[in-house]
């Protein structure tokens, strides 16, 4: 499984970016859990938004309390392609966004080569 994430960019405080996930490659076709990580400059990589699928009677979504309201993500399976809409970005958004997906059935995490997201004030 591959993943390459694209979409990022330099935007002013304010605006709206929106990345991209494409996932080729083989299939993760039972419970697992894809997403959206950040690093900026000199700090960890944190979460930014993750989706559990395929695990008991539903799934669940949970966004980083830094981009509740503003980001959401998405996905078009049909083109095995992950969105991350990002609005009323902030100078602290900056950073290298990254998508993951983790099979809970192998425990094999994927991680996408990031895309850097800039946000002048």
């Known amino acids: 499984v591959q993943l390459q994430a694209f979409g990022g960019g330099l935007v002013q405080a304010g605006g709206s970016l929106r990345l991209s996930c494409v996932v080729s490659g083989g299939n993760i076709t039972g419970p697992n859990v894809m997403g959206w990580y950040r690093q900026a400059p000199g700090k960890q990589r944190e979460l930014v938004v993750r989706?559990?699928?395929?695990?008991?009677?539903?799934?669940?979504?949970t966004y980083g309390d830094s981009v509740k309201g503003r980001f959401t993500i998405s996905r078009d399976n049909a083109k095995r392609t992950m969105f991350l809409q990002m609005n009323s970005l902030k100078p602290d958004d900056t950073a290298v966004y990254y998508c993951?997906?983790?099979?809970?059935?192998?425990?094999?995490?994927?991680w996408g080569q990031g895309t850097e997201v800039t946000v002048s004030s």
């Open positions: 993951a997906a983790l099979d809970l059935k192998s425990m094999k995490m994927y």
């Open positions: 989706v559990v699928s395929g695990v008991g009677s539903g799934g669940s979504t």
